[in-house]
């Protein structure tokens, strides 16, 4: 029996997992959500759901990935071989499968507008008006589906060079340059005039917004999207993690690195737009449409817009790596495939599942899903319902289906007060504020 990859070291280990984490839900999602829902107060929400239900979670899935050494399914057949929960694992796949699917469209959208706003074609779109440039984009066709099927190549190539040599080797150049960039971008934007009006959509809450169920259900759904909580990404990571890494420090460390690159995004991008007086609620189109518009208006705002979009592709890349992995390692583990043919295979399936989503503003824009396009339709069934019960299973099994003294010495919290609290998150708190938010989700369909 061959032995299972490891990662190299723990610096790159959490830089790997934080760019599995980081991605378009902390730039492109972010901020549309945000601004959907009333900024400062959503993100408090984001930041309460990070805290109470994120980061046990993550907790918990790395432990059961470290556990098994396996693929995802394999960490829930170790404790229940034969029983039920033994499925909980093909949820988490299912669920990776899914987004990465509809993501690399999105990924694809990006790449799109990086090659154009780095060669120019893409600010002398401004006479039609970049709505009207997005939207004949996004109807084509044939071209979306080149650039989704450019992001999965490359994905598949990373992923086939293995866990160290090709996961932890591009997160350890990317991740550092994508620091750089944002914050860069971040303290460029509070220099625009009025910049401060942008901040405080941020950071002053508007304490009415209290009262909208919909704003604690897109923040948990946000938190679960954003940190990749429920796509089996963290177990199979935690599968590569070697018993000498600190499981509890490492989890931290990505929860807050994740928490913190959105936050940083916000400041990136509000201060923009309210500095050139356009509605933050403009929607899923902000990073399209509007902020290309306030590239082209500001000084220097072409090579602003190009470094932007560079930051979107890369962020959207590393997070589709990690979510092909998830696949690939339980084709490796199970069918014993080459990881190259497994990457390829997979990639090439993936492509295929994605293609309505590719065409659901084109060929396909005919067909709705309870009113909404095929791409959004899969966004939000994923994000607000199969993530966040694919999360509930996690606690209540990690909770009351692994023994405590197992669970508490998987996750390195033996002998210590706050391995009890994580515990007692995992068994009351985390399923009970998710089923809540689930069954208001469910009453507003």
Same mark, same amino acid.
């Given at each position: 029996?061959?032995?299972?990859?490891?990662?190299?070291?723990?610096?790159?280990?959490?830089?790997?997992?934080?760019?599995?984490?980081?991605?378009?839900?902390?730039?492109?999602?972010?901020?549309?959500?945000?601004?959907?829902?009333?900024?400062?107060?959503?993100?408090?929400?984001?930041?309460?759901?990070?805290?109470?239900?994120?980061?046990?979670?993550?907790?918990?899935?790395?432990?059961?990935?470290?556990?098994?050494?396996?693929?995802?399914?394999?960490?829930?057949?170790?404790?229940?071989?034969?029983?039920?929960?033994?499925?909980?694992?093909?949820?988490?796949?299912?669920?990776?499968?899914?987004?990465?699917?509809?993501?690399?469209?999105?990924?694809?959208?990006?790449?799109?507008?990086?090659?154009?706003?780095?060669?120019?074609?893409?600010?002398?779109?401004?006479?039609?008006?970049?709505?009207?440039?997005?939207?004949?984009?996004?109807?084509?066709?044939?071209?979306?589906?080149?650039?989704?099927?450019?992001?999965?190549?490359?994905?598949?190539?990373?992923?086939?060079?293995?866990?160290?040599?090709?996961?932890?080797?591009?997160?350890?150049?990317?991740?550092?340059?994508?620091?750089?960039?944002?914050?860069?971008?971040?303290?460029?934007?509070?220099?625009?005039?009025?910049?401060?009006?942008?901040?405080?959509?941020?950071?002053?809450?508007?304490?009415?917004?209290?009262?909208?169920?919909?704003?604690?259900?897109?923040?948990?759904?946000?938190?679960?999207?954003?940190?990749?909580?429920?796509?089996?990404?963290?177990?199979?990571?935690?599968?590569?993690?070697?018993?000498? !890494?600190? #499981?509890?420090? =490492?989890?931290? *460390?990505? /929860?807050?690195?994740? %928490? $913190?690159?959105?936050?940083?995004?916000? +400041? @990136?991008?509000?201060?923009?737009?309210?500095?050139?007086?356009?509605?933050?609620?403009?929607?899923?189109?902000?990073?399209?449409?509007?902020?290309?518009?306030?590239?082209?208006?500001?000084?220097?705002?072409?090579?602003?817009?190009?470094? !932007?979009? #560079?930051?979107? =592709?890369?962020? *959207?890349? /590393?997070?589709?790596? %990690? $979510?092909?992995?998830?696949?690939?390692? +339980? @084709?490796?583990?199970?069918?014993?495939?080459?990881?190259?043919?497994?990457?390829?295979?997979?990639?090439?399936?993936?492509?295929?599942?994605?293609?309505?989503?590719?065409?659901?503003?084109?060929?396909?824009?005919?067909?709705?899903?309870?009113?909404?396009?095929?791409?959004?339709?899969?966004?939000?069934?994923?994000?607000?319902? $199969?993530?966040?019960?694919?999360?509930? +299973?996690?606690?209540?099994?990690?909770?009351?289906?692994?023994?405590?003294?197992?669970?508490?010495?998987?996750?390195?919290?033996?002998?210590?007060?706050?391995?009890?609290?994580?515990?007692?998150?995992?068994?009351?708190?985390?399923?009970?504020?998710?089923?809540?938010?689930?069954?208001?989700?469910?009453?507003?369909?």
């Amino acid at each position: 029996m061959s032995t299972r990859e490891q990662w190299g070291s723990r610096h790159g280990f959490v830089l790997a997992t934080i760019g599995a984490a980081v991605g378009l839900g902390n730039i492109w999602r972010f901020s549309y959500v945000a601004g959907e829902n009333g900024g400062a107060v959503f993100l408090l929400i984001y930041l309460v759901c990070v805290i109470l239900v994120g980061l046990p979670l993550v907790i918990a899935e790395l432990s059961l990935g470290r556990r098994a050494q396996g693929d995802a399914v394999a960490a829930f057949e170790v404790v229940d071989k034969d029983g039920p929960w033994r499925f909980l694992g093909w949820i988490g796949v299912a669920g990776a499968v899914l987004i990465l699917s509809y993501y690399a469209v999105i990924a694809g959208w990006a790449l799109k507008y990086f090659s154009g706003a780095a060669t120019g074609s893409l600010w002398h779109t401004a006479e039609g008006g970049f709505g009207t440039f997005f939207t004949g984009f996004i109807a084509d066709p044939g071209e979306p589906v080149g650039w989704q099927a450019a992001m999965l190549a490359a994905s598949a190539f990373v992923v086939a060079g293995g866990v160290q040599q090709g996961i932890e080797r591009i997160n350890r150049w990317l991740m550092p340059i994508l620091a750089i960039i944002i914050t860069a971008l971040a303290i460029y934007a509070l220099s625009l005039p009025n910049a401060s009006a942008g901040a405080a959509f941020l950071f002053a809450p508007d304490w009415s917004a209290l009262t909208r169920p919909s704003v604690y259900i897109a923040a948990l759904g946000q938190a679960f999207f954003s940190l990749g909580i429920g796509m089996a990404i963290f177990v199979t990571y935690g599968s590569y993690m070697p018993r000498a !890494f600190s #499981l509890p420090t =490492s989890a931290v *460390a990505i /929860t807050f690195g994740d %928490a $913190l690159f959105a936050i940083i995004a916000g +400041l @990136a991008i509000f201060p923009a737009v309210f500095s050139f007086g356009v509605d933050p609620t403009a929607g899923p189109e902000l990073a399209f449409i509007t902020l290309p518009q306030i590239f082209l208006a500001m000084p220097g705002g072409t090579v602003t817009g190009a470094v !932007f979009f #560079l930051l979107l =592709s890369m962020a *959207a890349f /590393t997070s589709m790596v %990690a $979510l092909l992995e998830v696949p690939v390692a +339980l @084709a490796v583990h199970r069918l014993r495939l080459r990881r190259w043919t497994a990457a390829a295979v997979i990639g090439a399936t993936v492509f295929v599942i994605g293609l309505p989503s590719a065409m659901s503003f084109g060929l396909l824009a005919h067909i709705e899903i309870g009113g909404h396009a095929i791409l959004d339709a899969i966004d939000a069934a994923v994000s607000n319902f $199969l993530l966040p019960t694919g999360g509930v +299973l996690v606690a209540l099994f990690l909770g009351w289906r692994v023994r405590q003294a197992v669970a508490l010495g998987e996750a390195d919290l033996t002998g210590k007060r706050i391995g009890l609290v994580w515990l007692w998150l995992l068994r009351l708190l985390v399923p009970v504020t998710i089923l809540a938010i689930l069954l208001q989700s469910a009453s507003t369909l």
